[in-house]
């Protein structure tokens, strides 16, 4: 088939314009239809010497939190989540094959739903550190290490009275406490990588 009219969005269109490869395919999953377009992009020059890291702290509550003061909520998946869950419970009673039709489905739009804000969030983080010529480190820090201060480093469960709040029991400092735990991960990024790049440098021979 040849000479089909397809839209998409602007920035898709402006990748597939410039860097398609060979033929597409046309593919239709749970009612809806798809072009699978193979494009080939040359990778970026990797950079070596980054000024610093953005930190990230995984969570739930807030899918990710950067040192650079972006949070990105997961306030929209989680309620979608629940309705999700609510109508697989609901579908599961019904137990006919229709309900199972359905309920197939609705696995894939959920799956399909996540993965497409998991990307959306990447990618802006991704952007964030290439403007800044910064690295990306990523973690959940979880247990005791979320309790740690970011600016003195005092360590102290009485840190983190609750799961959004966070305020030094030592030198005062207060923060939201996922932001406080994307600062830590930028400083542990930072010394990772300091201690990497050391131990790949040849070793330095003395002359006395
Ligand atoms: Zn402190």
Known sequence: MKHVAFTGEAEQLATVAEHRQGESDLLCQGGQWYLLVTCEIAEAEPNVHPVGFVGVDLGIVNI????TGTRHSGRRINRTREQ???LRAKLQKKNTKSAKRRAKKHAGKEARRARDINHKISKCIVAEAQRTARGITLEDLGGIRSRECSRCHHMETANRPSQA????????FAEHADHNASHNISHRGWWTWVRGAESQAPALTLIA
């Not at 990710?64 to 040192?67: D, W």
């Not at 709040?165 to 005062?172: E, I, K, L, N, V």
């Open 84 to 86: 999700d869950r609510k």
């Open 64 to 67: 990710a939190t950067t040192s």
């Open 165 to 172: 709040t966070f305020t030094c029991r030592s030198c005062g």
